[in-house]
């Protein structure tokens, strides 16, 4: 059984929305999904299993207001994650130019501070081009749960 924790970061909730979508799709007999609506570092430090970042960005290419206790504990702790894997689902709106899906590298440069192991490129869900997130979404993270689980199917 694999157990992915999924971290999300969401205003409007959109990402929100995605990664109850992502549960939902992904959940089977051999992989569990927890989504952790307002994480904390306690989602990642009492949890085992792959992580997914599913966040939007706010402010200036920034991360969320309610994934931000996460985020910040993570930097100011440092639990070491020695090769845990990870993946990066971010929205944002590329017409914010330089700051497009800031939180999602925010977010990805804290967890491979703590030695945690990235699977897959990022997913960058951009809100001019994409309506509904989870259609890009759930191709993206069916594929990256192959990946993590070693599954050949
Ligand atoms: C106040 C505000 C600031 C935003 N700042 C950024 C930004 O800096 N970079 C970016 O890529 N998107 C930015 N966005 C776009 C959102 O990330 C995008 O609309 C996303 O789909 C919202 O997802 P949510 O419903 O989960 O919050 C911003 C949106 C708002 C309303």
Redesign the pocket.
Known sequence: MTDIQILVG???????MTARKLREQLSSDDVSVTVHEKPTLASLTDSSGPVLVCT??????EI?ENLLPFYVELRDQLPMQEGRPFGVIV???SS?GD????AGELMEEALREVAARKVGETLRID?METVE?EEDALPWASEWVRQVTGSKT
């Open positions: 969401s205003v409007f909730g959109g990402a929100l939007s960005t706010t402010g200036q290419g969320p929205l944002g709106d914010y700051t497009f899906c800031g809100a997130p």
